[in-house]
């Protein structure tokens, strides 16, 4: 059977990727920003509208970073506005889990499930640090591995919070002066575990979703394991067709174990894209994205991400630095993970490619990071997705427009339409009213089945 | 008239309203109080009759019938509810004009969160937001979170030294909650975003600040990840029974919401306030006084209470809440009004009885009674909440000798 393309729209980040020296590109705060996202994901009858998180600028040789986007909404009071002017795209926010409390996430996705009518979708991050931890009063540091641990503990626990009322409990019957059914749960809850030990009542009813859709990003072993046993969905970076491949086969191959069924867990890639009339007009136009995204100062910031240290004295238009990174030097870059894990072979690699090409230092990050995922006709675009979905290089993409608000315009408008023609995007919203249905993931497992097919792996 | 005559009104949203029988009334809604229709639908009422702003009250804790008791078993009383910042966010896109006011709890939550959100709050509503602090004292809302032990409250121990520390720790926290939410909506100048070209710079670092608080609850080192709200720093209004709390409003609030008996307890009330802002340098305007009351309106002399004794007697017992409760026809509830405001109140807040029909009585009988007697609004002037309260746009604390020029246009794109 032909599998349906599932797409997501990202708004677009605070990287380099999102491009603010365009005449086009709007403000990435005022609410009309993420209006315009939403309506252009809406009309081009996308699954999901995609907000990212950061909770602490980041910082480069102990400094703001000034160079990229920056400023954002807090993601669940944002998302409740978007639902107001959508009605069936789902609002999908990324939220570390570490900075809150499995009730306060509880409470916000269950109300927002409840305002949307059944849209919301959880992207769990747990990438916690002491940096971003000094904005918190839990502070932020974890071990590594007991990361996923309390992850895992986390997202079961706002589980079995959504299951803490009968779906039967409202009855709000006047007349025989029952608001709720005698007998009924209310929110009774009890959950004990290493990380938490909470107990009492839950404030909201049975949303729609019952659970709104977990996705969790994180390419690690933690992070697949994770998914295969928590989440709905994995949000990757492997967007490319081979190493797609490779990730989709492990992360599905992984699935059996907890009982589930291969299309139990979606795989989405986040991709960029550039769209021109011809190829060379496309590649032309991806060349001048590129040339936005990597400005001279960024060039060299960049570069001091592997080096690690000044490199301001360097001229982004002239030759890579003659000497090594020294990598027992401590890290200049907070806010965001290390990049790089020998930055001594990674610089060796680009000087020769330097030299080869004889490359200035901004065309080389231009020619070494990230590159667009789609580059294309319309139609070379609708082929490639289609192709990378059939042969289960994954489930579906996560767009990443680079321009702010109109960035998904063309695409909605172009692309869309060719998928459609092929049969493997809808031309109509009609699976249902939730998100759930929207994805085909079926109602939602309780809360103690989750866990039970965990445990039973973990033991075994 | 001149405007100093004018009365603010606020209107406090929640559940089907504030009788604990109100969701057994004919127009009541019960099906619908987890939806969004329902909530968009009160919005655009109460903006209809150009209210100054809606609250909506929220609990980390279930409803309960007895005020120190624990989660109860009543089956014939609303229980359950939603987050409200996101419900006020939710309506936001649906109104233009009327201030938005949500609670949200200081106690087990994190002060960086709630500065973004209320802060997202007055993006999506374009300079209405606001922002009801409230702590959260009771033993069972702390076992949600698990984190802290909270001694069990009565009404009995509220005096016991232990009890009367732990509440003034609480305040004690709020207090320092609002600051750090206030110098985090300070941390982004105005102007802090250049989208220097040339310099391939999008923000100038000079305008973005640390604010480095370190009390004892929390450390937050900032700047917030959010820019400068649109109002600059939204209104903070807290709700106060006695002098912990009047103290935490001087401290940390624009307006303060009391709960008077009478019009000479008002005015003794107004004068405690006055009191607890005078003990402190206070960095903003004074605070404005609402005074809440419980209101079951109807056109018919005799028909509101009535209404509100029937809705006693499906309770079960008579309608008691922590403010006075009126019943009377529009004109008998606008001489109330007009006459308590002589004691020194710049407002009031009126909690309906029963949703929707107390605030169609509202919008559609009091504010036109109040319109005849030339103490209320024809309708909205202002675009933002701060504007409508007569409070300028503050300037930022940290942009101190350096213009502020760059102010946030509403409606931007």
């Known amino acids: ?460 | 008239m001149p405007e100093t005559s004018e009365l603010h009104l606020a209107v406090a949203l929640d559940g089907a309203g504030w009788h604990p029988a109100a969701w057994r009334s004919p127009d009541a809604r019960p099906q619908e109080l987890f939806s969004a229709g329902y909530w968009a639908d009160l919005a655009r009422e109460a903006e209809a009759g150009a209210l100054d702003f809606l609250t909506i009250e929220d609990s980390l804790g279930l409803q309960t019938a007895g005020r120190f008791a624990g989660p109860d078993d009543r089956t014939d009383q609303v229980r359950g509810r939603l987050d409200a910042v996101l419900t006020a966010a939710r309506i936001a896109p649906h109104t233009t004009r009327i201030g938005l006011v949500p609670t949200a709890v200081t106690t087990h939550t994190e002060p960086f969160h709630l500065s973004t959100s209320i802060a997202t709050l007055d993006y999506v509503s374009e300079g209405r937001a606001g922002w009801r602090p409230r702590v959260a004292a009771s033993p069972d809302e702390a076992r949600h979170f698990g984190r802290r032990e909270f001694p069990a409250l009565t009404a009995q121990n509220v005096t016991d030294p232990a009890v009367a520390a732990h509440l003034r720790d609480l305040f004690d926290e709020a207090a320092d909650a609002v600051e750090v939410v206030r110098r985090l909506w300070d941390s982004w100048e105005d102007d802090a975003v250049i989208r220097d070209v040339p310099a391939g710079r999008f923000v100038d670092r000079d305008k973005l600040h640390y604010i480095d608080f370190d009390g004892r609850w929390f450390a937050v080192r900032g700047p917030s990840i959010t820019p400068r709200p649109p109002q600059g720093q939204p209104v903070v209004a807290s709700l106060a029974h006695a002098g912990v709390a009047y103290r935490l409003a001087a401290r940390a609030s624009d307006v303060v919401f009391v709960t008077p008996s009478s019009a000479e307890h008002a005015a003794q009330i107004a004068a405690e306030v006055r009191a607890a802002e005078n003990h402190l340098e206070r960095p903003r305007p004074p605070l404005q006084v609402y005074a809440d009351l419980a209101v079951f309106i109807d056109e018919a002399p005799g028909a509101a209470a009535a209404r509100k004794h029937h809705l006693d007697d499906l309770d079960g017992a008579e309608f008691a809440t922590d403010c006075a409760i009126v019943a009377g026809t529009p004109g008998e509830l606008a001489d109330l009004l007009l006459g308590w405001r002589q004691a020194g109140l710049d407002g009031f807040r009126l909690r309906p009885g029963a949703l929707p029909h107390d605030l169609r009585q509202i919008t559609g009988a009091l504010v036109p009674e109040l319109r005849r007697r030339g103490a209320f609004r024809a309708g909205y002037a202002e675009h933002t909440l701060r504007e409508r309260l007569g409070l300028s746009r503050p300037a930022n604390r940290y942009g101190a000798g350096r213009s502020q020029t760059g102010r946030y246009q509403i409606g931007a794109a």
């Open chain 1, 1 to 460: 059977m032909t599998k349906q393309v599932i797409l997501g729209a990202h708004f677009p980040g605070v990287n380099n990727h999102t491009v603010w020296s365009d005449p086009a590109a709007g403000s990435q705060i005022a609410f009309s920003s993420f209006a315009h996202l939403a309506r252009t994901a809406e009309a081009g009858l996308f699954d999901f509208f995609f907000l990212a998180e950061g909770l602490r600028l980041r910082e480069q040789r102990g400094k703001i970073h000034d160079l990229d986007v920056a400023g954002r909404p807090n993601t669940m009071t944002v998302l409740a506005a978007v639902a107001a002017v959508t009605r069936y795209l789902g609002l999908a926010g990324t939220i570390q889990a570490t900075y809150n409390e499995p009730y306060e996430i509880a409470r916000q996705f269950a109300t927002l499930d409840h305002l949307s009518g059944g849209r919301a979708a959880w992207n769990v991050v747990t990438s916690p640090d002491a940096f971003t931890g000094e904005n918190f009063r839990r502070g932020g540091y974890l071990e590594r591995g007991d990361r996923y641990v309390r992850a895992a503990e986390f997202v079961q626990a706002t589980r079995e919070l959504w299951d803490s009322w009968d779906s039967d409990a409202i009855v709000a019957d006047p007349a025989r002066g029952e608001f709720s059914r005698p007998g009924a749960r209310r929110g009774r809850f009890e959950y004990s575990t290493e990380n938490f030990g909470i107990s009492g009542n839950f404030t909201v009813p049975r949303s729609p979703q019952v659970h709104p859709v977990i996705l969790q990003a994180g390419d690690s072993d933690g992070g697949r394991e994770f998914a295969a046993h928590s989440a709905d969905g994995i949000f990757t970076r492997h967007s490319t067709y081979d190493a797609g491949r490779a990730f989709y086969a492990d992360v599905k191959s992984r699935l059996a174990r907890y009982g589930r069924s291969p299309g139990s867990l979606k795989v989405l890639p986040g991709a960029s894209f550039v769209l021109g009339g011809t190829p060379a007009e496309a590649e032309e136009r991806a060349r001048h994205i590129r040339r936005q995204q990597v400005s001279p100062q960024t060039a060299i910031l960049m570069l001091e991400q592997v080096w690690n240290t000044d490199l301001s004295s360097f001229d982004a238009e002239g030759p890579l630095p003659p000497f090594d990174p020294d990598p027992e030097a401590p890290s200049i870059i907070q806010g965001r993970a290390r990049m790089y894990d020998d930055p001594v072979a990674v610089a060796r690699k680009w000087r020769a490619l330097a030299e080869e090409k004889h490359l200035s230092i901004r065309d080389l990050i231009i020619e070494v990071t990230g590159r667009q995922t789609f580059t294309g006709t319309p139609a070379s675009v609708a082929a490639e997705i289609n192709r990378s979905v059939q042969d289960d290089a994954c489930d579906g993409f996560i767009l990443v427009p680079h321009l702010i608000p109109a960035g998904l315009d063309e695409f909605a408008a172009t692309v869309v339409p060719l998928l459609q023609e092929r049969g493997v995007f809808r031309s109509a919203y009609e699976e249902g009213t939730t998100l759930r249905d929207r994805l085909g993931l079926g109602p939602a497992r309780p809360a103690a089945s989750w866990a039970a097919a965990r445990r039973e792996h973990v033991d075994a």
